[in-house]
């Protein structure tokens, strides 16, 4: 049987702007196995993005709970959750989220960097990440020597830099044109088969949406339906 990695309990969460309260997320329940390959849609302001932040522990929620891989990660101190998303979870963002400075190499790297892997060990490991995702002629570019679809696919490899279970992409392919949005499903859809490792991924786009196995649809906060299908 497959073993659930995201479970989340009644999870919401209300803003206070302006001192009106706007209900981002609303009581949602959600139950991913290991190795689903999952797209979270619905319009603009639905809450796709604050419960995605919430999933992976960037977010707290209001209120509910949210247990990641059998860990309670809305019960962990601040600290123990820096560490908790620090060696289970892999973000991907829409805007690429790179640092100017650095090479694809030392993007990459970086979280490596953190965990204090040996030098080496860390060269090996970042080389092996850029080649999976196609890029062993660009670790010494910077993200603004590199094309959109490229830059993305640096941030693919270092959301996977620290073997995250799980991979959290909001939007991953917003600012891709069709052929470079293609290309990183199919470097998405080859981890989840290849490596099980678990996405969860927002997105508009319903080139995207015909990727997933499952497509869970988001309105005003709620989860309005919730298909499994047949990628095409
Ligand atoms: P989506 O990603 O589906 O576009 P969001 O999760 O960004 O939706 O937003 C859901 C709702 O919560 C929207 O009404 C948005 O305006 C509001 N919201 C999101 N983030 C914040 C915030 N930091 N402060 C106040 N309101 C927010
Ligand atoms: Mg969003």
Known sequence: MAKTIIDAHNVSKTYHTNMIPVKAVQDVHLHIEEGE??????P????KSTLLNMM???DEPTSGTVIIDGVEITDLSENKLID?????????????????????????????????????????????????????????SKPGELSGGQQQRVAVARALASKPKIILA??????????????LLDIMAKLNKEEKITFLFSTHDQRVIKKARRVITLVDGKVASDVQQSPT
């Open 84 to 140: 908790f998303r620090l060696h289970n979870i892999g973000f991907v963002f829409q805007s690429f989220n790179l640092i100017p400075v650095l090479t694809a190499k030392e993007n990459v790297g970086f979280v490596l960097q953190l965990q204090k892997m040996p030098k080496k060990e860390r060269e090996q490991r970042v080389l092996t990440l850029l080649q999976e995702v196609g890029l062993e002629d660009k670790i010494n």
């Open 56 to 58: 992976g522990g960037l």
């Open 37 to 42: 390959f999952v797209a979270l849609v619905g």
């Open 170 to 183: 909001d939007e991953p392919t917003a600012n891709l044109d069709s052929a470079s949005a293609a290309n």
């Open 44 to 47: 603009s302001g639905s809450g």
